[in-house]
């Protein structure tokens, strides 16, 4: 359970490198603003996935 709940919190550590990543790809970078834009779409979508999971591992471990 440890472990899995560690994988989850990798995950969300480069979802959020993924969304800085994004932000300055859409805010300064001019030719790959589409990418950036994917980017941000992407990382928040498995973002929001991943501590939704973490959150219910988290809570149900614990009854």
């Not at 990798?10 to 589409?34: H, Q, R, S």
């Not at 992407?42 to 471990?61: E, H, N, P, R």
């Amino acid at each position: 359970m440890l472990i899995l709940i560690f994988l989850l919190v990798i995950v969300l550590f480069l979802c959020a490198i993924a969304i800085l990543i994004g932000l300055y790809k859409v805010l300064f970078d001019k030719e790959d603003k589409e990418f950036g834009i994917k980017l941000l779409t992407y990382s928040v979508i498995i973002f929001i996935i991943g501590f939704g999971s973490c959150t219910a591992l988290i809570k149900f471990s614990e009854i």
